[in-house]
């Protein structure tokens, strides 16, 4: 028996369906498993089956023309092409497979059951229980007519995108159509976008038999396409802070897709880019005056750092340890994480110096050190509150010393404010809570309202000279900054200036703050008292909860996710976890979420 299966070590997790479906996603059979997992909760149990299971094969019997055969009992099914026919689209095989590891393929005619993946059964590779092992044999071929596993299908892709577009204009979805677009969504996202995302998503592996799959929102909650609420402490990383779909952006986007252009003709003067670049001058600090638009935020470090070379000519840099900025070649180079930078190799070719963040002597140094060996800094380049490293606040002496610092060595300061602008850390501004200008400042993710992508890099107009001439086009960007962006960037100023968000945050996170202190120190068995003394660190909604390790983390973001409250660590670890809702949420969501938490840390504290 090629395949065998332990029940009593399954999970019932249906990861092995998942990777089943996956690899065999786009061969006649899209997201359709050949092994089934049952769950029995009444009898604390789960069952894992495919046509190994099967001591009799009786879709062999149930075939009229005798297209089915396999090599003794418990081995692959070997379906004749030659032979079967399809019996007139009800072929016979499927009803009398017990286990529902059969299908059938109208259009290519193919009955088809599991084959060992070519020799490599991706449900061994993936059951982390080691519920199913694989004693190896010869498959059977997964070869069919044309010799190639892939084909190109631009009739298939045209069939595909016309049903998404179908499903797009649906205002309402039958629960079967959801859970349909469930499985579907683990199938691409395994097979055509990335696996390893799968097994870090909460939402896959703490959602129950059907994983949360987002589908609308509004303030500060959503609903996955099952209509199961959450309220949202993750807000996109920092991307909505004004909230899932703020209507007053969203109508901007709709006025000028339905009204003007949606994309620039890159020769006339679009005026909207022109309206948000003065927009940026009059809300920044100091005498920041020209912007530049791309989409993302690692685009906007990387003009900070090319800006930054052109106008000093010079090449060095000095970042922060456990900094991020971006994973693009030149962001990345100034990231402060091993997990991020080793994999890739050589980064950018000058010299990047990383010191300890908050240490200003540790800068001072650095800059001393390079004055005197011949190395030329262009630029500190430094968050004015740690994001992706868990919401970590600097010294208050901090900001106004690299300042100092700047000026004294002829070395330029950039912000990076993706994460902290825009009202995220209680003022509008990072660095306002220092009262510092900056010589430029990167600007992402809510800058765009949560609508639409929109990043940018800015700063005064001396510096700002090398972007115009001699050439006005040393860095430009076909999509970056368009009418629809801009469109969503001007309604998001407006609502954050009109409302204070940045304010709003202030207040939000002095009632969240201590009551998270609280909870830490009610339980210190749980928290790294290293972070804050106490495990809680941040301003306004930028908060961090850092735990003993990574497994207690990821136990409290999955009790938390599945009591309704979406939270995340950083990216590869569950050590730190952010509270980041958007701005926008209220005081019962608020409590809310405390109480759940609450609930969480009660349950964890049992088991450690």
């Known amino acids: 028996m090629p395949l065998k299966f332990k029940n009593k070590l399954c999970t019932g997790c249906h990861l092995c369906e998942l990777v089943c479906s996956a690899y065999h996603f786009g061969e006649f059979a899209p997201g359709r498993a050949r092994i089934r997992v049952s769950n029995h909760p009444l009898e604390g149990r789960s069952e894992v089956m495919a046509c190994f299971s099967c001591p009799n094969a009786p879709c062999i019997v149930a075939c009229p023309q005798d297209a089915i055969s396999r090599s003794g009992p418990r081995q692959p099914l070997f379906v004749d092409p030659a032979k079967c026919d399809g019996c007139d689209g009800h072929p016979a095989c499927v009803p009398a497979c017990p286990y529902s590891a059969m299908y059938f393929d109208v259009q290519t005619r193919y009955a088809l ?37 892939k084909l190109q299908s631009l009739e298939e892709a045209l069939n595909y995108s016309q049903r998404w577009l179908e ?21 691409n996202f395994a097979e055509h976008f990335n696996k390893g995302w799968l097994e870090y998503r909460k939402s896959v592996t703490e959602a129950g038999d059907w ?40 109508n901007a986007v709709r006025a000028q897709l339905t009204y003007r252009t949606p994309m620039p003709s890159q020769e ?45 000519r010079k090449n060095g840099f000095i970042v922060a340890l456990n900094a991020f900025h971006g994973k693009t070649m030149g962001s990345l180079s100034m990231l402060g994480k091993a997990d991020y930078r080793q994999p890739v190799g050589t980064l950018y070719g000058g010299p990047v110096y990383h010191v300890p963040f908050g240490d200003a002597d540790a800068v001072e140094r650095q800059l001393d ?22 919401a970590i606040v600097p010294p208050d002496d901090f900001w106004p010393r690299l300042r100092e610092l700047t000026h004294h060595y002829g070395v330029l300061l950039i912000a990076d404010e993706v994460q902290t602008g825009m009202g995220r850390t209680g003022r509008l501004w990072g660095v306002d809570h220092w009262n510092v200008v900056p010589d430029i400042m990167a600007l992402a993710k809510s800058f765009g309202g949560g609508v639409m992508p929109v990043s940018a890099f800015c700063s005064t107009e001396e510096i700002w000279q090398v972007m115009m001439y001699p050439n006005p086009f040393i860095h430009t ?25 940045w304010e709003q945050a202030a207040a939000k996170g002095d009632y969240l703050i201590p009551r998270l ?81 609450s609930d969480t840390l009660a349950e964890v504290s049992r088991t450690i």
């Open 113 to 149: 059951a599991c084959d060992l993946c070519g020799g490599d059964p991706q449900c061994v590779k993936f059951c982390y229980p080691q519920a199913v092992t694989f004693d190896s044999i010869e498959p059977a071929s997964r070869r069919r007519e044309g010799g190639q596993s």
């Open 268 to 312: 006339l003067l679009d005026p909207l880019r022109g309206v948000l670049a003065r927009l940026v001058a009059l809300i920044t600090p100091g005498d920041i005056k020209y912007s530049f638009f791309a989409a993302s935020g690692t685009e906007a470090i990387e003009g900070a750092i090319k800006l930054a070379k052109m106008y000093t």
């Open 517 to 597: 202190k609280a909870l830490a120190a009610q339980y210190p068995q749980i928290f790294d008292q290293a972070f804050g003394g106490d495990g809680i660190t941040g301003r306004g909604l930028l908060i961090g909860m850092h735990f003993k390790n990574t497994e207690v983390g990821y136990r409290v973001a999955a009790g938390l996710f599945r009591r309704g409250v979406l939270v995340a660590g950083t990216l590869t670890s569950a050590h730190t976890i952010r509270i980041e809702p958007p701005l926008v949420i209220t005081p019962v969501q608020m409590d809310a979420v405390l109480y759940r938490l």
């Open 167 to 187: 499903i797009l204009n649906k205002p309402v979805l039958t629960e079967e159509e959801a859970k349909q677009i469930i499985e579907e969504s683990k199938t």
């Open 369 to 390: 050190i390079c004055r005197k060996v011949g190395v030329d800094i262009a630029a500190v380049l430094m968050e004015p509150i740690q994001g992706e490293a868990g």
């Open 211 to 250: 994983a949360a799959t987002e589908w609308t929102g509004s303030g500060a909650t959503f609903r996955d396409v099952l209509g199961r609420e959450y309220i949202d402490c993750l807000g996109g990383y920092g991307l909505l802070d004004l909230g899932w779909a703020h209507p007053e952006v969203v």
């Open 477 to 501: 960007t076909t999509t970056g900054g368009g009418p629809l962006a801009c469109s969503a960037a001007i309604a998001a100023i407006h609502v954050t200036l009109r409302e204070r968000l």
